[in-house]
């Protein structure tokens, strides 16, 4: 199954991501009958159990016997995430396949595959506790990289900023240990974490663009071997979704993903690219730092210009107009219509 390609730049278009060409492993799977099962909902249930179990054909042929488009689209959604359960990485292909079923909802559906919270979480000077985040983005490279490589990246991408964002923010050290034992690939996801730690942490509220990049690069010189969690808050969701759309011009602009399923700027010039991640950290500030986004307006480089705008542009509209888009998949308890998705835990 082929779609449409987004955008001419480099990078996801935006939180409704979708790759071009799909796999389809389960597509002419025949639909079987639920035995005990009175509705939808029940149907639903046991082709998640079966999920649960590592039997992703069978939970497809379950959802294949519900003839609402939209409940079975939910059905294969929700085993999808069930897949992950007992075998986070291992399980993805089989996950990403149901996903593929998905249809209306596929991008909400791999996103939420990308963006599991693992548990436990791994700390930021812990090279074993990224052993699964390794192989998840190695699965995820395996099956994309053959289908569509560009929507291989950004998957990879929203697996290690989603991972990275939180290992930050829920962990003591803001040190760059990461770069010791990660694959480069991972670099400005590492870059772009410990920023926003910086600025959930107030640090960058008094610094000048050039005062936070020292303060960043110090931070990513540092190593440390004393760490703990902490109970830093998660970002509010209308801080989580900063660059719904392109804008004009933007369309030309490389992006990648940023804290899960947002995205930001990217330059292939570490120096600039620095800059935006400072750029992005303040404006997910409380409050944000505009001072530091007024200076980016004025930084030579037209991109961090461009950037630096629109940042401000939408926090001066903060708290309202801010939020999750339209055409989400619906909750199952509720009559089949589009509502936000909710997190997979692996609880």
Excluded at 6 to 13: C, H, I
Excluded at 70 to 75: G, I, L, P, T, Y
Excluded at 179 to 195: G, K, M, N, R, V
Excluded at 201 to 227: K, V
Aim: aromatic share 6%.
């Amino acid at each position: 199954m082929s779609l449409p390609s987004e955008r001419p730049a480099p990078g996801p278009s935006g939180l409704q991501q979708r790759p071009s060409t799909l796999p389809s492993p389960y597509l002419h799977v025949p639909a079987t009958t639920c035995s005990g099962c009175d509705s939808d909902l029940d149907v639903i249930a046991a082709a998640g159990e079966r999920a649960l179990h590592g039997d992703a054909e069978g939970a497809a042929a379950l959802c294949h016997g519900i003839s609402s488009d939209r409940w079975r689209q939910e059905c294969v959604f929700l085993a999808a995430e069930k897949r992950l359960v007992p075998d986070l990485a291992g399980g993805y292909p089989e996950a990403a396949g149901l996903c593929a079923e998905a249809h209306e909802y596929l991008a909400d559906c791999l996103m939420h595959l990308h963006t599991v919270n693992p548990r436990p979480l791994p700390l930021t000077t812990h090279a074993a506790g990224w052993a699964t985040a390794i192989a998840l983005t190695e699965n995820v490279s395996a099956l994309w990289s053959g289908l569509d490589a560009r929507y291989a990246a950004v998957a990879e991408g929203q697996v290690w900023s989603h991972w990275l964002s939180l290992s930050y923010l829920q962990t003591s050290a803001v040190t760059g240990d990461p770069l010791d034992f990660l694959p480069p690939e991972t670099t400005p996801y590492i870059h772009a974490a410990i920023a926003l730690r910086m600025g959930r942490a107030g640090l960058l509220a008094d610094m000048t663009l050039a005062e936070a990049l020292i303060a960043l690069d110090a931070r990513l010189a540092d190593r440390s071997d004393d760490i703990h969690r902490v109970g830093f808050a998660p970002l509010p969701r209308h801080l989580n979704a900063l660059w719904h759309e392109d804008r004009d011009g933007e369309q030309y602009i490389q992006t990648i993903p940023y804290h899960s399923v947002d995205r930001r700027p990217f330059s292939v010039d570490p120096a600039t690219d620095r800059v935006l991640v400072i750029l992005e950290a303040a404006a997910r500030s409380e409050p944000a730092v505009k001072p530091l986004l007024e200076e980016g307006r004025a930084y030579p480089d037209p991109i961090v210009q461009q950037s630096a705008q629109r940042l401000l542009d939408v926090v001066n509209t903060l708290p309202s107009g801010i939020g999750r888009p339209p055409n989400h998949r619906p909750q199952h308890h509720r009559s089949p219509r589009p509502s936000p998705g909710r997190k997979m835990r692996n609880d």
